[in-house]
């Protein structure tokens, strides 16, 4: 069980079609000796350490070189972005994987009528393994940074650095939080009932196809026209898509 009320708490009855996939996901994908807060505190561990290190390289920044700060976030938010809305949504060859663990388990693991972990076991439907975050670190940011370097300055490599490894923490916490229970006082952080309600909507399988890509903050799905926001009121009345509807 998880001590910060994660459970899940709707009284409404499991759908019986997410219920039978979550037995199957955790029969075939989750080990007897998985520990979810160990998952947890691994992607935490070392993310930090990876900024605490980088951190303590920095020397001397001149004001232009702490650009690299929003525009690394601005790349960070469209690669989330685009990743979503292609492979991850999209079969495509070489990535065959990151679409089986989207959209056929994630998804199917969590619908918007049912977003919530049940224990703590349940936190692998939703946390990168850690060996892919380490691969993504060597494949992806080292030579990023070594080519920042040579290109700018170290300055530069390690602010973007720093920033994408802490853009990718962000995301991963945040989407964590989004499949807590709604009562935890995780899902009632400022901010968070809106982002959260971006993700559930996205979590509608007639709706995840085509809306609320970014997992984080929706700037891509802004500039892209794919945000949907949950019509209320008579506002509802302009907004809703009518092929929302399950
Ligand atoms: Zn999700
Ligand atoms: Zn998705």
Same mark, same amino acid.
């Given at each position: 069980?998880l001590?910060m009320?994660?459970?899940?708490?709707q /009284?409404d +009855?499991? +759908?019986?079609? %997410?219920a039978?996939?979550?037995?199957k996901?955790?029969?075939?994908?989750?080990?007897?000796?998985y520990?979810?807060?160990l998952? @947890?505190?691994?992607?935490?561990?070392?993310?930090l350490?990876?900024?605490?290190?980088c951190w303590?390289?920095?020397? *001397?920044?001149?004001p232009?070189?702490? =650009?690299?700060?929003p %525009?690394?976030?601005l790349?960070a938010?469209l690669?989330e972005y685009f990743?979503h809305?292609?492979p991850? &949504? &999209?079969p495509v060859?070489?990535?065959?994987?990151?679409?089986?663990?989207?959209a056929?388990q994630?998804?199917?693991?969590f619908?918007d009528d049912?977003?919530?972990? *049940?224990?703590?076991r *349940?936190?692998?439907?939703?946390?990168? +393994?850690p060996?892919?975050? %380490?691969?993504y670190l060597?494949?992806?940011?080292m030579?990023?940074?070594l080519l920042?370097a040579?290109l700018?300055s170290?300055? %530069?490599? @390690?602010l973007?650095?720093?920033t994408?490894?802490?853009?990718? =923490?962000n995301?991963?916490?945040?989407?964590?939080?989004?499949?807590?229970a709604p009562e935890s006082w995780?899902?009632r =952080?400022?901010l968070?009932?809106? @982002?959260?309600?971006?993700?559930?909507?996205h979590?509608? +399988? /007639? =709706?995840?196809?085509?809306y609320?890509f970014?997992?984080t903050?929706?700037v891509?799905d802004v500039?892209?026209?794919t945000?949907?926001?949950q019509p209320t009121g008579?506002?509802?009345?302009?907004?809703? *898509?009518?092929? /929302?509807a399950?």
């Amino acid at each position: 069980m998880l001590a910060m009320g994660t459970t899940h708490a709707q /009284s409404d +009855p499991i +759908p019986a079609e %997410v219920a039978a996939f979550r037995s199957k996901f955790r029969r075939d994908h989750i080990g007897p000796r998985y520990h979810g807060w160990l998952h @947890l505190g691994f992607t935490a561990g070392l993310c930090l350490l990876v900024i605490t290190a980088c951190w303590a390289w920095l020397q *001397d920044i001149r004001p232009l070189e702490w =650009l690299t700060i929003p %525009v690394t976030c601005l790349y960070a938010n469209l690669v989330e972005y685009f990743g979503h809305r292609g492979p991850m &949504h &999209h079969p495509v060859r070489g990535l065959g994987l990151i679409y089986e663990r989207h959209a056929r388990q994630h998804h199917r693991f969590f619908r918007d009528d049912l977003m919530a972990f *049940d224990c703590s076991r *349940d936190f692998k439907a939703v946390l990168f +393994p850690p060996v892919l975050i %380490v691969f993504y670190l060597l494949a992806f940011a080292m030579p990023a940074g070594l080519l920042l370097a040579w290109l700018f300055s170290d300055n %530069v490599a @390690l602010l973007f650095v720093i920033t994408a490894v802490a853009y990718f =923490l962000n995301y991963e916490l945040l989407h964590f939080a989004y499949h807590t229970a709604p009562e935890s006082w995780v899902a009632r =952080l400022p901010l968070m009932p809106r @982002l959260r309600l971006l993700h559930t909507l996205h979590h509608r +399988p /007639s =709706l995840m196809q085509r809306y609320n890509f970014n997992i984080t903050y929706p700037v891509g799905d802004v500039l892209f026209g794919t945000l949907y926001r949950q019509p209320t009121g008579c506002e509802g009345s302009r907004q809703t *898509d009518p092929r /929302s509807a399950r």
